[in-house]
T-cell receptor, first 113, second 113 residues
Framework: EAQVTQNPRYLITVTGKKLTVTCSQN?????MSWYRQDPGLGLRQIYY???????DKGDVPEGYKVSRKEKRNFPLILESPSPNQTSLYFC????????????FGNGTRLTVT | KQEVTQIPAALSVPEGENLVLNCSFT??????LQWFRQDPGKGLTSLLL?????REQTSGRLNASLDKSSGRSTLYIAASQPGDSATYLC????????????FGTGTRLQVTL
């Protein structure tokens, strides 16, 4: 089944403890992206990747890191999480970026205390 | 800066009714517009993608239109069913934004029996 898989689905952590949210797609998509969704603010892009080894900042990249060493994986790293990073995170991919439907994972709900 | 707005934030209709969801955007030089559906606890599912050269797209009971000059898109749902209950989001992509989607905050639709 074609899908974008995120893990974990739920995560509760404490301020400053490094964490990684994994994202993997099995559709051979070139483009991958991370979004966060907050009430009243909608979805905002954190980082995106047009291809392997190519990543760039979205609208809200502060406090996050990403890497794209393989086409299928695009992990999101929070080196020192803070409470304002409590949010619902989505990974997404598309065949080639522009003019391609975007496929989303089921989300990771992160709580930082 | 491009902005996307969806009004109303919530809508309730009886089963069987035809309905229209609205999406407006501030920059008429839009590259494409996508409509998504989000179910509680789930990721987003792409419903329709309209490229800037198109005026509408259809899939089953769904029809989406795009009017660049007025900065509006509509999603028409025919013969609504309780299973259509979800949050519907629109997102625009503009040239030069490296495939970044700018999302509206969504319309939460409830179809009642």
């Amino acid at each position: 089944e074609a899908q974008v898989t995120q893990n974990p689905r739920y995560l509760i952590t404490v301020t400053g403890k490094k964490l990684t949210v994994t994202c993997s797609q099995n559709m051979n998509h070139e483009y991958m992206s991370w979004y966060r969704q907050d009430p009243g603010l909608g979805l905002r892009q954190i980082y995106y990747s047009m291809n392997v080894e190519v990543t760039d900042k979205g609208d809200v990249p502060e406090g996050y890191k990403v890497s794209r060493k393989e086409k299928r994986n695009f992990p999101l790293i929070l080196e020192s999480p803070s409470p304002n990073q409590t949010s619902l995170y989505f990974c997404a991919s598309s065949l080639s970026g522009g003019n391609s439907p975007l496929h989303f994972g089921n989300g990771t709900r992160l709580t930082v205390t | 800066k491009q902005e996307v707005t969806q009004i109303p934030a919530a809508l309730s209709v009886p089963e069987g009714e035809n309905l229209v969801l609205n999406c407006s955007f501030t920059d008429s030089a839009i590259y494409n517009l996508q409509w998504f559906r989000q179910d509680p606890g789930k990721g987003l599912t792409s419903l329709l993608l309209i490229q800037s050269s198109q005026r509408e797209q259809t899939s089953g009971r769904l029809n989406a239109s795009l009017d660049k000059s007025s900065g509006r898109s509509t999603l028409y749902i025919a013969a609504s069913q309780p299973g259509d209950s979800a949050t519907y989001l629109c997102a625009g992509e503009w040239i030069g934004t490296a495939s970044k989607l700018t999302f509206g905050t969504g319309t939460r639709l409830q179809v009642t029996l």
